[in-house]
Structure formats: C-alpha cells, structure tokens
C-alpha cells in the first residue's frame, strides 16, 4: 500500500495558518515545506508558537481541492537534535470544505464547519534526541475528500516557552475509492431529499402552481373568448344575413310597388296621351270636312287636278306617319317633361294642326292666277281671248 504526499498550493501565510507564530523565523508554512531540511538548528525550517503560548493552538492547511487524506507524516520538533520538549504532543485532526468562517477562523474553541476525523493516534511521538530524520505516521480513517484539514495542538512535551512542529504532510492513499455502504448511501439520499424538499417548498410550490393555473386560465379565457366572438361573430353574419335578406326582400318589393306604379302611370299617361289625340283627331277629322270644304271653294278651278279624295287621302297619309311617330312606345320611353314641354297641346290643339298642314303645303292653298285666254281642244290654233 503506498501514498503521496500532498502540499498546500503555495508555501505562504495564505494557505498555511497558525493561531500564533514567533515570528519571521519561524513561520507556519516552514512546516510543510519539503524542500526545507530536517536536521541542523530550527531557525527558518520549523512551526513555533508565540512565547509562552504552549497550549491550544490550531494549525491549518488549504490543499487547494478536495483530498481524500488518509495518513499523517510527521518530524517532531528538535534542535540539532535536542529541546525535543518544545515538540506537540496531544492533538486532534479535522476535515473542512469551507474556507470562509472555518479555515480562517483561527480560535482554538471554534470549530463550525469542521469535521472530526478518526486517527490510529493522537499524540505525535517526541523526536530521538539526535540530529536526524525521525519519520513518523499515523493512519487516518476518512472517507470524504476535504480540501481545508486543521490540527488542533493541545500541548508540548514540558517546555514553558514554545511549542512547534519541525515537518507535518498530509498523504493520500494510493489507489483509494471510498466504499458506500448502505447506511451512506442513505444518508446522502435523505441529505439530497432534504434539500430538494428545502428547495420545492410549499410557497415555490403555490407559486408553481398558481403561475401554472394562471396559464391555463389565460388559455381557457382565449379559448372562451374565441368562442363568444365566434357566435357573436354568427349571430352577427346570420342578422346581416337576415337583414340583406330583408332589405332585399324590402327593396325587391318596393321596386315591384314602383315598377306598377311606373307601368300604371305609363298605361295612364299613354291612355291620357291616347285619349288626347283620339281627340285631337276627331277634332281633326272634324275639321277636315271644313277644310276640304273650304279648300274646295277655292281650287273650284282646278278640280281636275286636285280633287278633295286627294288632299283627304294626304291628310290621312300625313296624320297616320304622326300618329306612327308618336307611339305609345316612343311616349313611353320619353320623359314625362319632354311630354309637359307641349307634345299633347301641340298635337291635341286644333289651330297647331291646321297650322302644320299649312306650313308642309302651302301650294295648295295658293290663289290661282286669272286665266284670260282659252284654247280650243280640238283645235290648238283657235283662241279665245277675254274682254274687259
């Protein structure tokens, strides 16, 4: 079975600590030094306290990681191999993961965060009164790695002036792994359950859940919400849809209203329109007889060449091609103020009419020109000629 030697990451007062030192000769990490001699005087290679302080003084070491330390080496104190006296006797051993409040916290009394460990001895064995090397080791029994490991020396050997240590090194085991038994299985489950249950406590599990209810209330609310916008949604799309439904329902029917009252007020007014010129050419056909009388009267002398059947057949032809023109169709399709403007008078007023047939044939009307002079028929050389 062998072990190696391990050292604090740097030979100083940071990682290597006493309650009390005598001073620059004779500082704490000259202790743990192993490149420091073992024989010869003691100044500059060995631990001593403060005058006078040979009791309770502590004594740490900073590894610098956490080590499964399972062997003390040790060379008490001499001088050239004599004041062996001054050299620690009583002692405890502690293991430490905490360097705040415990590794360096050096009052003998305090020992928060710190944890006894089991050794083959406590007492280091007084050195051989001779100048040479007088290695010493004591097995500890330790199953957790620490990095911080103190001694608590209680006293020395007799001497009232100092108490120190020449060499101490802190020495793991060669291919050690600790065994976990059950009972530490155990207890580093129940460990790890406590502070999980530390962790999820009742407020953190009240603020889970209620973070978690909050959720799905926001979802269900979405959910509700896309529900009543959906029927709000509906019954708004079926009141539009009713509503179109009822408005085209309504202008359909106001439309039907109105297109009977155009088709009636057209059938009025093509009947008033109708009835007028009916009238009107009664009145006209009426007059006609006048007219032709009168139009007789004054054509007596040229009744071989327009006759009253002509000028009647004429009048007709002229009346019929207006009545053609002005159709219950073309009334129809014109606008009642193209009507007011004087179509019905115009054509319904007798004086417009005998007016129009004036105007379109004038000739007819004309007074021929006296005739004073007669040809023979039968004989175009025979004239007759009038005598005033």
Not at 40 to 67: C, M, P
Not at 288 to 303: D, E, F, K, P, Y
């Amino acid at each position: 079975m062998g072990y190696t030697s391990q050292y604090p990451t740097a030979h100083s007062n940071t990682y290597v600590k006493a309650t009390t030192d005598l001073g620059p000769d004779y500082r704490p990490y000259f202790g743990t030094d192993p490149a420091l001699s073992l024989t010869g005087i003691h100044a500059d290679v060995t631990w001593y306290s403060a005058s006078a302080e040979v009791t309770n003084q502590r004594f740490h070491i900073d590894l610098g990681s956490a080590k499964y330390i399972r062997r003390i080496y040790y060379e008490n104190n001499h001088h050239s191999g004599g004041l062996t006296n001054r050299g620690v006797q009583n002692f405890t051993f502690w293991g430490s993961n905490t360097g705040a409040g415990s590794f360096d916290d050096l009052v003998y009394a305090n020992d928060e965060g710190w944890t006894q460990l089991t050794i083959a001895q406590s007492t280091f064995d007084i050195h051989v009164s001779a100048d040479q090397a007088d290695p010493k080791y004591i097995v500890v029994t330790n199953t957790t790695a620490y990095r911080y490991y103190a001694f608590k020396f209680a006293d020395n050997y007799g001497d009232t002036d100092y108490m120190g240590v020449r060499h101490v090194v802190l020495q793991t085991e060669d291919g050690y792994s600790p065994l976990i038994s059950t009972a530490a299985i155990a207890t580093s489950i129940t460990g790890r359950l406590t502070k999980i249950m530390d962790l999820i406590s009742t407020s953190t599990i009240a603020t889970s859940s209620t973070s978690r209810i909050t959720k799905i209330i926001q979802i269900v609310s979405a959910s509700i919400a896309t529900t009543s916008i959906t029927a709000t949604l509906s019954r708004g799309i079926t009141a539009v849809l009713v509503s179109t439904s009822a408005i085209t329902t309504s202008l359909l029917s106001s439309l039907s209203r109105g297109v009977k009252e155009v088709l009636t007020s057209t059938s009025n007014i093509a009947t008033s329109i109708t009835g007028s010129l009916s009238r009107g050419i009664v009145k006209v056909l009426t007059s006609t007889l006048a007219i032709t009388t009168s139009i007789t009267g004054r054509l007596t002398r040229i009744v071989d060449l327009v006759s009253t059947s002509a000028i009647t057949t004429s009048i007709a032809g002229r009346l019929s091609r207006i009545i053609a023109l002005i159709s219950t169709s073309t009334i129809t399709t014109s606008t009642t103020a193209a009507l007011s403007r004087g179509i019905t008078q115009a054509l319904t007023s007798v004086a417009d009419i005998v007016l129009s047939i004036t105007a379109k044939f004038p000739h007819w009307l004309k007074k021929p020109a006296p005739v004073t002079a007669w040809t023979k028929k039968d004989d175009p050389t025979t004239t007759w000629t009038k005598e005033e």
